[in-house]
């Protein structure tokens, strides 16, 4: 449960949003009821369970896209109903729930729901005592919401160049190792519980210091670049491609069948030995090529796979390995 509330943020925001309601909300509630006011205490009572709903169906579907939609849409139109029917007392309801909903959702949703909600209060005829408090609302609804706005799209963009940062090699715009170890563990998992095959390829460059020691750093890092974005194309769009280290890739195949993994890493091969060039001329890669056993862990699967590679390298370079296969080289 910690686990979740630390790792899913809007998740978070809605729980923290639901205990704050019940707290913010019940003496009220009771209050209404006390002093025999039913209806306002029903309207209360009904806010209440539509949040607490919505975050249970949050919590057990995990669809907090969805929930947060819905709980920004309750929330705004509880206090909507709150301040018609409490005219200016209850209008200050609507301030707070307006900057929550950019914390439930994206942030032109949020605008488009607080937009219905100011809309809905303006049209009322009972909720304002003055053309000039009707005034004073809308601006100091629109300004709270573009101030909301404008934070919440710049969180937004942090936290996308932040996820950016937690997941692609920066020189590369290949998958980082952290990326790959997470994609393993989840295929390794996938397949044990459904069966669908996956394979493995993993290619090293050769004599790449050669080129370092030659023509420098800057030289290499275009290499890379360049075998990154062409082994990028040669994959179908489901597959993923990892720096996993120097000059060296692994790409995770998802259901793919064990007689197509060599033809698809002959494929690359040859592709890189053409295309791939250096100052000095082609450059060339080996390959080692392994499926996912049933009951493997996904760190033996790797090794395997690197096993290959290190044959491949032994085999005279530029050619595949097959650790489940025909372990011989082949161009
Ligand atoms: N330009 C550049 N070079 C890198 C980077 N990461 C690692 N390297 C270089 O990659 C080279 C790897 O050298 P080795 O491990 O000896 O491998 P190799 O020369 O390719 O030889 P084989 O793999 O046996 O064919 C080293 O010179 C590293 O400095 C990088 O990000 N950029």
Not at 46 to 51: K, N, P, R, T
Not at 95 to 114: D, E, G, K, M, Q
Not at 166 to 195: P, W, Y
């Amino acid at each position: 449960m910690l686990y979740r509330l630390r790792n899913d943020f809007r998740l978070s925001i809605m729980t923290m949003l639901g205990a704050c309601a019940f707290v913010g909300i019940t003496p009220f509630a009771v209050y209404r009821f006390i002093q025999g006011d039913l209806r306002s205490g029903l309207v209360d009572v009904a806010i209440l369970g539509l949040i607490l709903i919505t975050v249970t169906y949050a919590w057990v579907s995990g669809r907090t896209g969805y929930s947060g939609i819905i709980l920004a849409i309750v929330a705004c139109a509880g206090a909507c109903v709150v301040a018609v029917m409490q005219g200016d007392n209850g209008i200050f309801w609507l301030f707070p729930t307006l900057i929550t909903s950019f914390f439930l959702t994206r942030p032109l949703v949020a605008v488009l729901i607080n937009s219905c909600a100011i809309l809905t209060l303006v049209l009322q005829d009972t909720v304002f005592d003055s053309a000039e408090q009707l005034g004073s609302f809308i601006a100091s609804g629109m300004v709270v919401s573009a101030c909301a706005y404008v934070f919440a799209l710049r969180n937004e963009n942090q936290r996308k160049q932040l996820e950016q940062l937690a997941i692609f090699d920066f020189l590369t715009g290949a998958k980082n190792r952290r990326a790959m170890d997470q994609s393993l563990q989840v295929a390794a998992a996938e397949h044990a519980r459904t069966g669908v095959p996956q394979g493995l390829v993993m290619l090293d460059l050769d004599h790449f210091k050669r080129v370092n020691d030659v023509h420098g750093h800057t030289v290499g890092d275009e290499i890379l670049v360049q075998c990154a974005q062409l082994v990028s194309a040669n994959i179908r769009q489901a597959d993923q491609l990892f720096r996993f280290g120097g000059e060296e890739f692994v790409l995770l195949l998802n259901g793919v069948q064990e007689d197509k993994l060599a033809a698809i890493a002959l494929n690359l091969r040859r592709q890189l030995a053409t295309n791939l060039r250096g100052p000095d001329g082609p450059i060339t890669a080996s390959f080692g090529a392994a499926m996912l056993k049933p009951q493997e862990t996904w760190e033996s699967w790797l090794d395997r796979a690197d096993a290959a590679l290190y044959q491949a390298k032994h085999g005279g370079r530029d050619c595949v390995v097959l650790a489940n296969g025909d372990p011989s080289p082949q161009r």
